[in-house]
């Protein structure tokens, strides 16, 4: 069972304008979809539909249409109850191809929530493969949130293996303590990095660290998969029109290599992984892609 923990969940409202955007008229919108998303949400989505059991940890209302939502989807959820609301993403695209974004104010939490559920985590773990820790951390907690949840995950579980995917403070945090907490995948956004140089630094230090699996993302349809165990590297590219996504491609990217065995073929797992990443979306109600779209045959392995 792969378990993702969802600290900033999400309602995506996705909608296109009949017409360019008018500040003088009313602005009709249609093909409106409302789906549950946030970082461990939607790699629990697209493990759900490509059958792999799993289940997601997130704090949320137990009242609410987050909730209602999930519950009708049928993704397994365990739930930190608390007041809300769910903020609400508002994705709108033009005739013309730009797209509008605007965003509620996040949902606050209080740091014993979230106290709650690393606890809920480290116990669900019992009977877990995998935990992923993936998406940005809500401006209560400190950077290192997910630093403290595995260590606890080492203290108890040595044996289930972490991937995470994060960004800003919290991505430099798990870089500042990857010796101590080894994760078995990390993903990393290179457009998070300065410089060429920081970079590298950065993978060097993950390779010196014996990371078993680097998965370096220099763009949507380019990535790179190092071994820190073996020292083996891999890069490849998506040589096709990327598809369409509402949600973030570097979810996708983890779901896929996740539902590959990165451990037995690195590089079928990095197919997998640009494949995810490239797929239009294959289930609208859920808005992620699907084994169904996927075209693993426009990945070429260097």
Same mark, same amino acid.
């Given at each position: 069972?792969?378990?993702?923990?969802?600290?900033?969940?999400?309602?995506?409202?996705?909608?296109?304008?009949?017409?360019?955007?008018?500040?003088?008229?009313?602005?009709?919108?249609?093909?409106?979809?409302?789906?549950?998303?946030?970082?461990?949400?939607?790699?629990?989505?697209?493990?759900?539909?490509?059958?792999?059991?799993?289940?997601?940890?997130?704090?949320?209302?137990?009242?609410?249409? &987050?909730?209602?939502?999930?519950?009708?989807?049928?993704?397994?959820?365990?739930?930190?109850?608390?007041?809300?609301?769910?903020?609400?993403?508002?994705?709108?695209?033009?005739?013309?191809?730009?797209?509008?974004?605007?965003?509620?104010?996040?949902?606050?939490? #209080?740091?014993?929530?979230?106290?709650?559920?690393?606890?809920?985590?480290? /116990?669900?773990?019992?009977?877990?493969?995998?935990?992923?820790?993936?998406?940005?951390?809500?401006?209560?907690?400190?950077?290192?949130?997910?630093?403290?949840?595995?260590?606890?995950?080492?203290?108890?579980?040595?044996? *289930? #293996?972490?991937?995470?995917?994060?960004?800003?403070?919290?991505?430099?945090?798990?870089?500042?303590?990857?010796?101590?907490? #080894?994760?078995?995948?990390?993903?990393?956004?290179?457009?998070? &990095?300065?410089?060429?140089?920081?970079?590298?630094?950065?993978?060097?230090?993950?390779?010196?660290? /014996?990371?078993?699996?680097?998965?370096?993302?220099?763009?949507?349809?380019?990535?790179?998969?190092?071994?820190?165990?073996?020292?083996?590297?891999?890069?490849?590219?998506?040589?096709?029109?990327?598809?369409?996504?509402?949600?973030?491609?570097?979810? /996708?990217?983890?779901?896929?290599?996740?539902?590959?065995?990165?451990?037995?073929?690195?590089?079928? /797992?990095?197919?997998?992984?640009?494949?995810?990443?490239?797929?239009?979306?294959?289930?609208?109600?859920?808005? *992620?892609?699907?084994?169904?779209?996927?075209?693993?045959?426009?990945?070429?392995?260097?």
């Amino acid at each position: 069972m792969i378990l993702n923990v969802a600290t900033t969940p999400e309602l995506f409202r996705t909608s296109r304008l009949s017409e360019e955007l008018s500040w003088e008229h009313t602005n009709a919108l249609s093909e409106v979809a409302v789906v549950p998303a946030g970082g461990g949400v939607n790699v629990a989505q697209m493990l759900y539909c490509a059958g792999q059991d799993t289940r997601v940890l997130v704090p949320a209302p137990e009242v609410s249409q &987050f909730i209602r939502m999930l519950s009708l989807q049928g993704l397994p959820y365990e739930i930190v109850d608390v007041p809300g609301p769910i903020p609400v993403r508002y994705l709108i695209d033009s005739p013309a191809g730009r797209q509008l974004q605007f965003v509620d104010p996040p949902m606050e939490l #209080k740091v014993s929530e979230l106290a709650i559920l690393r606890d809920m985590c480290v /116990a669900a773990a019992e009977t877990a493969e995998w935990v992923v820790l993936a998406g940005v951390l809500p401006d209560i907690a400190h950077a290192s949130w997910y630093v403290d949840v595995m260590r606890a995950l080492r203290l108890y579980h040595p044996g *289930v #293996k972490i991937a995470v995917s994060t960004s800003g403070q919290p991505l430099g945090a798990v870089l500042r303590q990857v010796y101590t907490t #080894k994760p078995d995948v990390l993903v990393i956004d290179t457009a998070e &990095f300065d410089s060429t140089e920081q970079r590298d630094t950065a993978i060097s230090t993950l390779t010196d660290a /014996a990371v078993p699996h680097i998965l370096v993302c220099h763009s949507r349809t380019h990535f790179e998969l190092f071994s820190g165990a073996t020292g083996a590297s891999y890069s490849a590219e998506f040589v096709g029109d990327p598809g369409k996504q509402w949600l973030p491609w570097q979810d /996708a990217a983890l779901a896929g290599l996740l539902l590959a065995d990165v451990a037995a073929d690195p590089q079928a /797992a990095l197919i997998s992984a640009l494949a995810y990443a490239n797929a239009p979306i294959g289930d609208p109600a859920r808005a *992620v892609p699907t084994p169904d779209v996927l075209q693993p045959e426009l990945v070429q392995v260097r």
